[in-house]
């Protein structure tokens, strides 16, 4: 398959260099680290992967997530708590298959974990579980999302107190098969020359747990205005959405899957349109990109995984970096290797 293929050839060449960050734990795998500043400590949510065997193909079957594990830490190369299980797919009602990349957020005192899973229809959406606590334990809700679909949730609180949820990921991720926010099972992935799938957004309800309005496509643009088609695949969707802000501009970041890069746009609205910009993270070992960024004491960390423990993609280590401007605001690009 195409994942194997890009697998070994990345491999190959990626061996002999020397990452430039140590994993944050070893005792289990993670990926996907959404992470976040509560409390004056950095609170991570990763995902937890596991080897259960599940053999590997495009639909990344093998990404198959049975729990979450927050970890927290007072400093960056501070030590790192492993705060054990915050939510178990057995404690979710509607879920079927696959705990895939949270994200959490904080609001009316409540600590919210979002978190896409496939129901037993087999079909991605949206869930949300609550807790007192940043690390959990987290109560799921027992439907998911109203109106939510495919993965990747990341959900930004804007500088006014609006939260919105970016979401969305293409190939295994179903993105694809979503049109109008209505699911066709049989939607297959665009052709080289059709316009790229755009990620998506939707403001949050007062009580965290139900979409605001309709969802809505997220645009992302050259520098002419013009949308990105599917044979852009260095540069448009494939998952991974994250949002922050930067003197006052929204930068949006995501995942190019297939070509591997973490790579961003900004604009001047949460809805967009975003105008791309270039690569903050190049390709790590393992096919999956996955990170956020946040700003903590005056500096701003990428956090991000990579493979370096297991050398198999779906056994990640979550890791994080430090992450620098220029002074017009771009994002200098980070190569994870010497
Ligand atoms: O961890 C499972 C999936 O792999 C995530 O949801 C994607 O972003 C990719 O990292």
């Known amino acids: 398959s195409p994942v194997n293929m890009q697998d070994s ?55 198959n997530m049975m729990d979450y594990h927050i970890l927290s830490m007072d400093s960056i190369g501070g030590k790192v708590t492993d705060h054990g299980i915050a939510l178990h797919i057995k404690d979710i009602p509607w879920a079927g298959r696959q705990l895939w990349a949270p994200d959490a957020a904080f609001a009316n005192n409540t600590y919210y974990l979002y978190f896409p899973v496939k129901d037993k229809k087999d079909v991605f959406h949206i869930g949300v579980a609550t807790s007192n606590k940043p690390e959990g334990p987290f109560v799921a809700e027992k439907e998911p999302v109203k109106g939510s679909y495919s993965i990747d949730p990341c959900v930004f609180k804007d500088d006014d ?97 297939d070509t591997h890069f973490i790579c961003y746009a900004t604009g001047d609205s949460p809805y967009g349109p975003f105008t791309y910009q270039g690569v903050i993270l190049k390709p790590v070992e393992g096919w999956t990109n996955h990170h956020s960024i946040i700003e903590f004491k005056g500096k701003w960390y990428l956090f991000y995984h990579d493979v370096q423990l297991s050398g198999k993609t779906h056994l990640r280590n979550v890791k994080v970096t430090e992450l620098k401007y220029n002074d017009d605001g771009s994002i200098q690009t980070i190569d994870a290797y010497k």
């Open 9 to 63: 050839a990345k491999s190959s060449t990626e061996k002999k260099r020397e990452p430039i960050s140590q994993p944050l734990v070893s005792h289990i795998y993670t990926a996907d680290p959404s992470a976040h500043v509560f409390n004056g400590c950095i609170y991570v949510y990763p995902s937890h992967d596991t080897a259960t065997g599940t053999p590997e193909n495009d639909n990344g079957d093998h990404f």
């Open 161 to 257: 107190g609006s939260y919105y949820m970016y979401f969305g990921g293409i190939w295994g991720g179903q993105l694809q098969r979503w049109n109008d926010n209505k699911y066709d099972s049989a939607a297959g992935l665009r052709k080289g020359d059709e316009l790229a799938v755009l990620p998506r957004v939707a403001k949050l309800s007062k009580d965290m747990k139900h979409l605001d309005g309709n969802v809505k496509e997220i645009k992302i643009v050259d520098k002419n205005g013009n949308l990105f088609k599917e044979k852009d695949n260095d540069k448009r969707f494939f998952e991974a959405s994250w949002l922050h802000k930067y003197k006052g501009k929204y930068y949006f970041s995501y995942s190019t899957g």
